[in-house]
Structure formats: C-alpha cells, structure tokens
C-alpha cells in the first residue's frame, strides 16, 4: 500500500506565508506526477499545482507567482511554499500522486489533506 501524509498547514494572516509537505511511503516503485489540490467550503476541489518527476510544472492561475511547487524524489516529497497568501486560499489542502507499485500497478494516490486558513 501507498500512503500520502500532508503537513504544513494552518492559520496565517492575509500577505502570509506557509509551505505545506507531502511525504509518500509505501510499497512504490516510482512516482510519475505529483500535485497539491484544494476544496474550499461549498466548492469542488481544484487544482493547484503540479510537478512532473523532471520537475516540469503547472499552476493554476490563480496562484501564478505566489505559489512554488517543487518536489525531492529521493524522499518522495512534494512542496508548496505558498506566498502572499489571501483570504480566498483558504482551503483543505490535497496531495495526489501518480504512483507505480513494487507489484507493478499504477494508481492515484490522495493524502488525508491538511486545513489552510488565511484570516486576520
């Protein structure tokens, strides 16, 4: 089995900072994609951000030029360092990953999320 474990989150002033982690460990073989969604209150969840394993990316637009993603395959961690942070950032923050197993399957795997509050 595959598990995803997010950490980072929490409650931050409007202009604001946070970096959020998202650890993978398990039975894995290799990992293709990994990203960051979020799922804000009466809302669908979204994408945020993603990172390929040679580390091309894509962003949504509403976070160009405040978020980076980026990700250390040796651990198995993908980022979010998350600047100028604004009330409409508050979410559940989702890690995903594209993972091939040990046993050869591929699948997508989801973190438990992690609660990003941006509020003065």
Known sequence: QVQLVESGGGLVQPGGSLRLSCAASGSIFSINTMGWYRQAPGKQRELVAAITNDCRTNYADSVKGRFTISR???????????NSL???????????AGVRTLLGYGSNYWGKGTLVTVSS
């Open 86 to 96: 604004k009330t409409e950032d508050t979410a559940v923050y989702y890690c995903n």
């Open 72 to 82: 250390d395959n040796a651990e198995n961690t993908v980022y979010l360092q998350m």
